[in-house]
């Protein structure tokens, strides 16, 4: 794919993206292996121009990874403007396709992880988190033709993400048995999902190491104050307008979003 194609499908998504329509990647614009799926992502964030606040990782579970073909996890980026923090009230006016509602754990880096030779180690990363917050994500699509397009374009849609709403922030995080931590999702008072961290790569903390090392693999820092979501521990659940959404952590504390028109 060349640099102009690249760039033809980064300005097809943002226009989508930015005016809430579903498009249909030209055959000549749709990425055909992974760098060029991340090099279209790129490229979206670029001629995006919002500020960045981390990451977020998609088809981090093997339910998810199954469900939607990917060989293996994605990233995309969190953009500071689509952070928010519950209770949040979301309009119709945010989302193009639907609202994929993901229970996740978030953590945040207190201190930066530069480029180095050579992995981190799991203990290393955790040692770098200064707090972790229960959070809802919620997915989203550009795309017309999400079902069938295949990973790689779901990749190159910034691997779904759009909204992140955070829960209450939790610095004491260290004794948690987060692969162990049952969450629930409720819609509208019904029970639709519970999981336990564990569904994320048997533990949220190794989704986490992933996410740096593919960073540090593109000689990428991971810098202080950045969030990564890491991945949902319920699977996929779309919500409709009008529903109120909660995830419920137990003692972590609870995530609501009410959707409204």
Known sequence: ???????????????????????????????????????????????????????????????????????QAVSGRLFTPHVRRSPAIMGDHLFTSFRNCEV???????????????SYTKEQVADAVDAIYPAIEIGDSRLIDRATAGMLAVCADNAGGTELVLGDEISAWQHLDLANHRAVLWINDQEVAHGYGREVMDDPL??????????MGWGH???????????????????????????????LGKVQIKFEG
């Open 221 to 251: 820092s991971v810098p202080a104050g950045s969030l990564v979501a890491t991945g949902t521990c319920t699977g996929i659940n779309i919500a409709q307008s009008g529903d109120a959404v909660t995830a419920n952590f137990g003692v």
């Open 104 to 118: 996740e754990f978030v953590f945040r880096i207190g201190r930066e992880l530069p480029v180095r030779t050579g």
């Open 206 to 215: 190794n989704s986490l190491v992933w996410l740096v090392d593919q960073q």
């Open 1 to 71: 794919m060349s640099p102009e194609q690249i760039d033809q499908a980064a300005k097809l998504l943002v226009n989508a993206r930015r005016q809430h329509q579903k498009i249909r990647l030209p055959d000549t614009c749709r990425p055909k292996n992974e760098d060029e799926a991340y090099a279209i992502q790129q490229a979206v964030t670029d001629r995006l121009t919002l500020p960045l606040i981390g990451w977020k990782i998609g088809a981090a579970s093997k339910a998810v990874a199954a469900a939607e073909g990917a060989a």
